[in-house]
Nanobody, 115 residues
Framework: QVQLVESGGGLVQSGGSLRLSCAAS????????VGWYRQAPGKQRELVAF???????STADSVKGRFTISRDNAKNTVYLQMNSLKPEDTAVYYC?????????WGQGTQVTVSS
């Protein structure tokens, strides 16, 4: 079983930066795909970025060039570096870890960007 804990959210002004962390406990995290999702009030949850076990990445067009996902398997942690934040980035950000045999989510961390 994998448990995921997100941290690093908070309140930041437009144009600012935050780094989110997703720390995992349990076996299997290093071989999983890990994704960051977000959900704004009244909107569907959307995929922001994901990273494969080998470090391949993909980011949504809405955050491309501003957000970067990375992982440190030795620390069982995946990061989301968020720069040039905009008010429309305000959401609860969730971490997800999945393989062919499991699928786990964290509890989320709030990111609020003020204009």
């Amino acid at each position: 079983q994998v448990q995921l804990v997100e941290s690093g959210g908070g309140l930041v002004q437009s144009g600012g930066s935050l780094r989110l962390s997703c720390a995992a406990s349990g076996n299997g995290f290093s071989i999983s795909v890990v994704g960051w999702y977000r959900q704004a009030p009244g909107k569907q949850r959307e995929l922001v970025a994901f990273i494969t076990r080998d470090g391949g990445t993909s980011t949504a067009d809405s955050v491309k060039g501003r957000f970067t996902i990375s992982r440190d398997n030795a620390k069982n942690t995946v990061y989301l570096q968020m720069n040039s934040l905009k008010p429309e980035d305000t959401a609860v950000y969730y971490c997800r870890s999945w393989t062919a045999t499991y699928d786990y989510w964290g509890q989320g961390t709030q990111v609020t960007v003020s204009s």
